[in-house]
């Protein structure tokens, strides 16, 4: 479980989001395909089930250079709201 603590849209991404999560400790970086579904600040103070035993990923997609390491649950990312 980690706890959305910063959500920004990502410039030229219609559906990403660049979030931080605070995992107890430990803040990592996940970029996300919410934006269509929340804005930003719904997503801010929200916990999350994220997978986050991954190898971090380096990856250029539409100018972004991003460092993700973990993935937000599918299922649980979709009901965020209940």
Same mark, same amino acid.
């Given at each position: +479980? *980690? !706890?959305? &603590? #910063? ?5 030229? *991404?219609?559906?990403?989001? =660049?979030? +931080?999560?605070d +995992?107890?400790?430990?803040?990592? =970086?996940?970029? #996300? ?5 929340? !804005?930003?600040?719904?997503? /801010?103070?929200? $916990? &999350?089930?994220?997978?986050? $035993?991954?190898?971090?990923?380096? *990856? *250029?997609?539409? %100018?972004? /250079?991003?460092?993700? #390491? %973990? ?7 979709? $009901?965020?709201?209940?």
């Amino acid at each position: +479980m *980690a !706890k959305v &603590v #910063s959500a920004e849209k990502i410039e030229g *991404a219609d559906k990403l989001y =660049q979030l +931080m999560v605070d +995992m107890g400790g430990e803040t990592r =970086q996940i970029v #996300s395909g919410l934006a269509k579904h929340y !804005k930003a600040d719904e997503l /801010v103070g929200k $916990n &999350v089930i994220v997978i986050a $035993n991954l190898k971090p990923v380096k *990856a *250029a997609r539409r %100018g972004l /250079v991003r460092d993700d #390491s %973990g993935r937000l649950r599918g299922r649980y990312a979709q $009901n965020l709201h209940h």
